[in-house]
């Protein structure tokens, strides 16, 4: 008997001990910042489930180390002040990377330079995506127009995607793959758009190419997969610009496209709610009555409809040609004043909602320097920017780095402020426009890299 129990106790230490020895070690990573010079260091992790901000202690020298458990692997933004961008990592539990930051010629775009090492095929393969289709320079509308035909603009497309598809499949992580798959496949799906929308911003027509025009009719518009990508959003755009009607507003006509083409009341539900959201959220336009009627007859989510009425109620009173509401400011010398202070005073007023949180905001700050420069001397036209940051430090230690030469200003209440509550600002960044008396002409302008923005903001001076 006494055998028999040391038998029993020595096989469950051992299937103990080998349950120990299969558990995966938590990640590590481990890292150097060049050119360190005590900057913010930030640490975002992007679940299945959540969004999570985590600290990361940073050495004299630039370096650090990081260790945390993730069992079934999690997505890593890394953002450095000193580096002048962000970096994506992947990391589970096993895994052992180190990186090394560096500020690049792309740090204006929210990008620095990586070199890695480890276990960093995942990782490689995130820069890989965000340098090819996550980059803002590009697949842009400008790159598109530069091609000759769809064709061979597709071409290009499917080539990039089939090179980072093939980067992909080397990680070997199954989870990681068919994750990052589908984001690829709604890439190499949608951006082929963009050859319209390069005809669009030349005055050209967008039904010419009967390559392109294939390739968007032969779309399976059915699925709520195509749906949650936009893919039906920009089939409407596209169809819209070669089907002008001088009696229906875009909101009307949209509508009635989106029921022409998509037969699943499910889906009609999904793409009109969001349409719907989105339009009203940017501020929507001189059309809110009719587009909101139209919806109202094209959606059976009656649930969102009444949720919806609320926020008509609050837009109607930001539409184009009303007062400017008004609210708190302070200038970079901490005086306090009003936002009526500064719009209202004979010239029409360009404004930039950011934070140096957000890097498309930060990215759109030399555009708004071109801007500046363009209009110089120009006594019809004034650039401002309002920060909605909540450190007033970290945005004067941004101003004095940058220099700009337009007025600044800051609402320290940052998403919850009365700019945010009183526009409908629901994200960063957003571009206004107010004319010469201070009454709203839109409150989703162009942004300032927009290719028609130079039109835009000389037919509002006429």
């Known amino acids: 008997m006494m055998k028999l129990k040391i038998y029993k106790l020595a096989s469950v ?15 590590i990573l481990t890292g150097e910042i060049k050119d360190y010079r005590g900057g913010m260091t930030e640490c975002m992790i992007k679940t299945d489930t959540d969004v999570i901000e985590d ?21 890593i933004w890394l953002t450095s002040e000193d580096a002048q961008g962000f970096v994506r990592l992947y990391l589970k539990n096993g895994d052992k990377q180190h990186v090394i930051l560096t500020a690049s010629a792309d740090s204006i775009y929210g990008r620095c330079d990586v070199i890695f090492s480890g276990d960093t095929k995942s990782s490689e393969y995130l820069w890989a995506f965000d340098h090819e289709f996550g980059s803002l320079t590009k697949w842009t509308v400008r790159e598109a127009g530069k091609y000759q035909s769809f064709k061979e603009y597709k071409a290009a497309i499917d080539a990039t995607a089939d090179q980072l598809r093939t980067q992909l499949e080397a990680t070997k992580d199954k989870k990681f793959i068919a994750y990052e798959q589908k984001k690829l496949e709604k890439k ?35 699925t709520m997969e195509s749906a949650k990508a936009g893919l039906i959003n920009m089939y409407i755009k596209w169809y819209l610009s070669c089907h002008t009607d001088s009696v229906m507003t875009p909101g009307e006509q949209f509508f009635i496209v989106l029921k022409d083409k998509v037969s699943d009341q499910a889906i009609i539900d999904y793409v009109a709610d969001s349409y719907m959201t989105t339009y009203m959220e940017n501020g929507a336009d001189a059309y809110l009555e ?34 400017a509401s008004d609210f708190a400011l302070q200038d970079v010398n901490d005086k306090p004043l009003k936002f009526s202070d500064v719009i209202g005073k004979g010239k029409v007023v360009y404004l930039d909602v950011w934070a140096t949180w957000c890097g498309p905001c930060c990215a759109e ?43 600044q200003f800051i609402t320290t209440d ?38 028609e923005i130079l039109n835009f903001l000389n037919n509002a001076m006429e």
């Open 290 to 323: 009719s587009t909101f009627e139209a919806y109202k007859n094209t959606t059976t989510h009656q649930d969102k409809v009444e949720e919806l009425q609320s926020l008509y109620d609050k837009i109607i009173k930001i539409l184009p040609g009303t007062t």
């Open 365 to 407: 700050i030399p555009h708004v320097e071109a801007l500046v420069k363009h209009y110089a001397g120009n006594p019809n036209i004034e650039f401002v920017s309002i920060s909605l940051d909540d450190n007033v430090a970290k945005w004067k230690n941004k101003l004095k780095a940058d220099k700009p030469e337009w007025s």
């Open 55 to 75: 600290s990361l202690q940073m050495n004299a020298d630039g370096t650090f180390s990081y260790t945390r458990d993730f069992p079934e692997g999690a997505e």
């Open 188 to 222: 190499q799906l949608a951006i082929p758009f963009r050859f319209a929308w390069a005809k669009m911003s030349n005055n050209e027509p967008t039904d010419m190419d009967m390559d392109f025009v294939e390739y968007i009719e032969s779309l399976d518009y059915n």
């Open 13 to 27: 230490a051992l299937v103990l001990g080998m349950m120990g020895a299969c558990k995966p070690a938590p990640a």
């Open 414 to 451: 940052g998403m919850k402020s009365d700019l945010c509550k009183e526009y409908q600002i629901n994200g960063i960044p957003r571009f206004m426009l107010f004319d010469k008396a201070g009454k709203i002409i839109t409150t989703n302008a162009p942004r300032a890299s927009d290719s």
